[in-house]
């Protein structure tokens, strides 16, 4: 049974984790200028709060309390295996100015596997395996699939401005706190975002794709784990229609 009790454990421990780790990481002097990006405002600033959002919603779900470990396995594999593909594409695509679906695809139709292609098809692969986890019948397992994938893809989508993505997420998942079945599923990302929005509000960090991705995709855990059939569909088509109509956008501002 899950109680209040194991929802903010589950809280408490994406904020605590995800604290350390970004902590950690902004005292180490080694290679710097890799962790360093240049922001909307032209302000130079690092993406330590990737891996601190990543660890801290995958180390949450792992040891949230009430549920089946083999959901908790199946959502911190999926939350690690987003931030992995994230991390690729922040570092071995930092210079590739692509973006979106119709970008990527066309280059992957062209014989070119640019990072974006690889992320698109890794947190695909990885929202496909937590769906058949989650999820008993055939459509819902996909329709969780969409779901995990569409929410990690919408929360990197929001990364574009300080605070925004991380402030989606808390205000996204709040709703999820009062599903008793994955309550602690939504607080693990509420968790880590609480911890990090004051230094991405300051420009100090970012978040990434490493950390977006990952708090998007812990967020489309709870959100397939609390939903049955209608309310997966009903986000899975909210989500596609949004990374649809932003990706057109992107398309006619090249």
Known sequence: MITMRAVGKAALCGAVVARGVYEGARRRRTSAAVWERTNHAGRTVHLHAGPAAAAGTALAVAAAAGLPPRVRAAGALTVAAAAACGAYDDFAGAGDPRRGFRAHLGALRRGEVTSGA??????????????AVVKERPLDKALAAVVIAGSAHLVNLLDVRPGRAAGAVLALAAPGLARRGSAPLAAAPMGAAAALIADDLAERTMLGDTGAHALGAGLGLAVAVGNGRAGLALHAAALVGTALAMDARNHLCE
């Open 118 to 131: 690889v992320k698109l098809i890794g947190i695909g692969a990885a929202a496909c395996a937590a769906g």
